[in-house]
């Protein structure tokens, strides 16, 4: 198996592997500082002695070993302490064993809810999922919160330390408190999916197994409630999105926008899949915004072209997510939208009254947009200015080279 390969199964183990710790041990900041360790050893010596029989259980192994030592360690040191008394070795708890087979609820589902604990405050929730489920470096994690690297770490080990002084049990909690940690659960995924659909940083475009496995826990959560419409947009949104992705890309891995896709690439399974889901989802009620995302991208997915999209039904949809919630994303995705629909000059009005929003009005989203807009209109020199500052300020390489190439594709100056 080759690094890359090895990789790749380590990403997919390690919030499993945690899980398992956390739910046979308990000490959820010690549990992670152990698995790291496992798969610091994994990384290190699978490529050369070969990956084990049973990988999952080789890393629980070796980790739930470390994970011993780390707690005797601290239980001499806090001997003394009033705290000694809340620590107990892992050769004495009475729990199920660590490594047995996974049962019909996946650990990694029962992480995620423990991660969005009502102890810790909804930022907290999501960026401690995204760390111990998602697998996001806490660079990663910081720049889609637009905070200081430095701030997100410490507001990942006070999650964790407060997950630990709670002394909640791991398991998946009474169906009372699930509902009130469900929203968390949920904006999580959704960061997790985008995540990897479209990588903020890094060669690629995407990181399939981030997506990957946001539409696997997505389907567990279905699963455990088929009955949340919610959930079902979710997981519509979803699989309608990635079936797109065989066509975002082009030879050479460079970005290929959806007007340019070639739409016979598309995934008909998922979509047929995702657009059954909104069917179900849409007459359950109320409708949320999971499921007007979903609606917004059955509707593309469905249409033969650009051209024959049907705009006007997008920019109502938009609408309506807009009067929820006042989210600078969909107010540029709705600009978009009126533009197809109204005229470029239309949706370059609406943008400028982005302009004023701290929160988008430095993103590269908003010059990339404000570039295309320009160049359905025919401004090419403002367009390439604004392709050009889109550009610097992107982070993921793949869309530096996409920005950079649409500039460099517009007709000289007169």
Not at 101 to 107: N, R, V
Not at 232 to 251: E, I, N
Not at 346 to 361: E, K, S
Not at 366 to 376: G, I, K, M, Q, S
Request: one cysteine or more; glycine letters at 6%.
């Amino acid at each position: 198996m080759s690094d890359n390969e090895v990789e790749d199964l380590l990403r997919q183990l390690a919030p499993q592997v945690l899980g398992a710790l956390v739910r046979r041990y308990g000490h959820f900041d010690t549990a992670e500082d152990a698995v790291q360790e496992a798969l610091l050893a994994a990384a290190t010596g699978w490529p050369v002695d070969g990956v084990p029989d049973s990988p999952r259980g080789w890393l629980i192994t070796v980790a739930s070993r470390r994970l011993t030592d780390l707690l005797r360690s601290e239980q001499a040191r806090r001997r003394r302490e009033d705290t000694v008394a809340r620590w107990t070795l892992a050769d004495q708890q009475l729990a199920p064993a660590a490594d047995r087979p996974p049962s019909e609820t996946d650990d990694t589902l029962i992480l995620l809810f423990l991660c969005c604990h009502p102890a810790l405050s909804p930022a907290s929730q999501i960026a401690l999922t995204l760390r111990a489920v998602g697998g996001l470096t806490t660079t990663e994690i910081a720049r889609a919160f637009l905070v200081p690297e430095a701030t997100m770490t410490r507001r990942i080990t006070r999650a964790k330390q407060r997950i630990r002084d709670s002394g909640v049990p791991f398991g998946m909690p009474p169906s009372a408190e699930r509902a009130g940690r469900l929203g968390a659960v949920l904006h999580v995924l959704y960061l997790i999916f985008n995540e990897g659909y479209v990588s903020t940083s890094g060669p690629t475009l995407y990181r399939t197994e981030l997506s990957a496995e946001a539409i696997r826990l997505a389907r567990l959560l279905h699963r455990l409630l088929p009955e949340d419409a919610e959930v079902t947009g979710l997981l519509a949104l979803m699989l309608l999105t990635d079936a797109r992705r065989p066509a975002r890309t082009g030879p050479d891995g460079e970005l290929v926008p959806m007007a340019e896709q070639d739409r016979s690439r598309w995934n008909a399974a998922q979509i047929a899949e995702g657009v059954a889901l909104v069917g179900e989802a849409l007459p359950k009620g109320p409708t949320g915004p999971y499921q007007v995302q979903a609606a917004i991208a059955a509707l593309h997915d469905e249409a033969p072209s650009t051209e024959e999209t049907d705009w006007p039904q997008i920019v109502a949809l938009y609408e309506v997510l807009l009067r929820g919630a006042a989210n600078p994303v969909v107010a540029l995705n709705h600009a978009v939208a009126v533009a197809m629909a109204h005229g470029p000059r239309a949706g370059l009005d609406l943008l400028d009254r982005l302009g004023t929003d701290d929160r988008i009005a430095d993103d590269h989203r908003t010059y990339a947009v404000r570039a295309h807009l320009l160049e359905l209109a025919g401004d090419h020199p403002a367009a390439r200015q604004a392709y050009a500052s889109a550009a610097r300020k992107a982070t993921g390489l793949a869309q530096q080279r996409y920005l950079n190439t649409r500039a460099a594709r517009l007709p000289p100056d007169p």
